[in-house]
């Protein structure tokens, strides 16, 4: 029923139409995405085009840079999508297809309910965002409450950040020394998602310097936490909580989902949950 297409010889306005109609809202999958994030990319199709699934390459310098199929960076899902529901052999179709090809890393997405039990499960906190501001509000956990009224008495100010500005912010707060390639590689991607107009970048000012800051991709009605990055004051007057709320209050019943993008970080996704979200696991083949 599958079979894989090299990337040369996709048919790209299908394959577009494909991801296009999936229900998830996931744009990790879009080809002009895929071109960006990984080195080069097939495709597992399903009949005309009916449901597909990105199996992305990397090269990996330790290993004379060898194509290695490997999830790649700022792409947190992939998995199948399709542009009706399809059944669990059909899933499982595409999976035995992709294990013939001896993936290193390959993540699925949340939607592919499979009854593959071996394969590691990693966090994903979504909120439903399909109801008034109060209705969330009343999820939120009392630390987070407490975290937003000390915010909101030390005068902090958020507003749009210019990419270069993101990009200097990030390398100077990031806990280790970022790697030249992975600059260049996290400047690339927030680029090509900004010209496409799928991005937006906001910061949070304490005493007019920039305390914490986070790009935020929208698509279906869906907005994905994509990067973000907060200095030691920022922490201390929850600039970060300060943000996330107000971009929920501007945000609720407008879309559908606030996409956390994780964490299996303990802290991390304590934080995550804080705001009322709820675990969207998908599973992960390493």
């Not at 039990?117 to 407490?146: C, H, V, W």
């Not at 000390?150 to 993101?166: H, R, T």
């Not at 020394?177 to 906001?202: C, H, P």
Request: aromatic content about 10%; some cysteine.
């Amino acid at each position: 029923m599958v079979k894989l297409i090299e990337q040369k010889k996709i048919d790209r306005i299908k394959y577009r139409h494909c991801v296009e109609a999936s229900n998830d809202g996931l744009f990790y999958a879009l080809d002009w995405y895929l071109d960006v994030v990984a080195h080069d990319w097939d495709c597992i199709v399903m009949g005309d085009y009916l449901a597909v699934m990105p199996i992305p390459y990397m090269r990996i310098r330790s290993k004379l840079y060898t194509r290695k199929i490997i999830q790649p960076p700022f792409c947190q899902q992939l998995g199948v999508f399709s542009k009706a529901d399809i059944t669990l052999d059909v899933i499982e179709d595409f999976y035995k297809t992709l294990e013939k090809l001896r993936p290193v890393k390959y993540h699925f997405n949340s939607a592919n309910a499979m009854r593959m039990d071996t394969l590691e499960e990693k966090n994903n906190f979504e909120l439903d965002m399909a109801r008034p501001y109060e209705d969330i509000q009343k999820g939120y956990s009392k630390n987070l409450k407490r975290n937003l009224a000390k915010a909101k008495k030390s005068g902090l100010i958020i507003d749009e950040v210019a990419l270069e500005d993101f990009v200097s912010c990030k390398t100077a707060w990031a806990k280790h020394q970022m790697k030249k390639s992975q600059v260049d590689q996290m400047i690339m991607t927030l680029k090509a998602i900004t010209v496409k107009d799928f991005g937006k970048i906001l910061g949070v000012k304490c005493d007019e310097q920039l305390v914490a800051i986070a790009f935020f991709v929208e698509y279906k009605g869906r907005i994905i936490h994509l990067v973000s990055a907060t200095n030691e004051m920022g922490k201390t007057v929850g600039a970060m909580s300060y943000l996330m709320d107000a971009l929920i209050q501007e945000k609720a019943e407008k879309v559908r989902i606030l996409d956390f993008e994780g964490s299996m970080i303990p802290g991390v996704a304590r934080f995550f949950k804080s705001f009322g979200s709820e675990n969207k696991a998908y599973k992960v083949y390493q």
